[in-house]
Structure formats: structure tokens, C-alpha cells
């Protein structure tokens, strides 16, 4: 049986840091990703890990978070730097079972068969 579960949410100040993690079980996926919701607003999408290395982020977080991947533990991170309040949202990790997916289609939720239940960063002072 899949199952993604994530960890690592919490609340944090503005310009700190968390990181996220997401545990695969049951399979390895050749892509990985982050979407995230905020209150009100649909899923959009974070980050993607792909199977040839290769990372791809949104445009409201890139050059500040930053994923990677430990394939021996079957775990995707996302590094949270410099957050921002309007990075509050639940995040969820997703797993693609295709290694042929293109990467302009990693950022879409369609790409994704597997999801976890999401874990909640607040940023707030």
C-alpha cells in the first residue's frame, strides 16, 4: 500500500525557516513534488523533484525554497528559507509513478496519482 505522510509543518516567524518532509512507503516514484493550498485559494504548485535530477519550482518560491531528495530513505524535502505570511498554507507532497512525464507537466496536480494528507505552516509573528 502507498502512503506519503509529510512532517516538519509548524509555525514560524517571517525570514525563518522550516523544513518539510515527505516519507514515501510502498514504492519508489521516479518524480516528486510540493503543492501547496492557503485559506481561500486553490492548490497551486510549489516544487517537483524529477527522476533525472532535475528541480523545478513556482514562481512565488523560488530562490528560497529548495527541494531535494534522499532515495536511499525514499524522502523528498522542501527547504523553507526567508518565509513570508503569504507562504502560510497546507503543503502537500505528491508522487508521480510516470519517469516519462515531461517537466512542464511536474507542475501541473494532474501529473500526480499519489498524495499525502498535507502538513500546516503558519508564518506569524
Known amino acids: 500500500q502507498v502512503q506519503l505522510v509529510e512532517s516538519g509543518g509548524g509555525l514560524v516567524q517571517p525570514g525563518g525557516s522550516l523544513r518539510l518532509s515527505c516519507a514515501a512507503s510502498?514504492?519508489?516514484?521516479?518524480?516528486m513534488a510540493w503543492f501547496r493550498q492557503a485559506p481561500g485559494k486553490e492548490r497551486e504548485f510549489a516544487a517537483a523533484?524529477?527522476?533525472?535530477?532535475?528541480?523545478y519550482y513556482g514562481d512565488s518560491v523560488k530562490g528560497r525554497f529548495t527541494i531535494s531528495r534522499d532515495r536511499a530513505k525514499n524522502t523528498v524535502y522542501l527547504q523553507m528559507n526567508m518565509l513570508k505570511p503569504e507562504d502560510t498554507a497546507i503543503y502537500f507532497c505528491?508522487?508521480?509513478?510516470?519517469?516519462?512525464?515531461?517537466?512542464?507537466?511536474?507542475?501541473?496536480?494532474?501529473?500526480?496519482?499519489?498524495w499525502g494528507q498535507g502538513t500546516q505552516v503558519t508564518v506569524s509573528s
Open positions: 505528491a508522487a508521480d509513478s510516470d519517469s516519462g512525464t515531461i517537466s512542464s507537466r511536474l507542475r501541473a496536480e494532474a501529473a500526480y496519482e499519489y
Open positions: 510502498g514504492r519508489t516514484f521516479p518524480n
Open positions: 523533484f524529477r527522476h533525472n535530477g532535475g528541480t
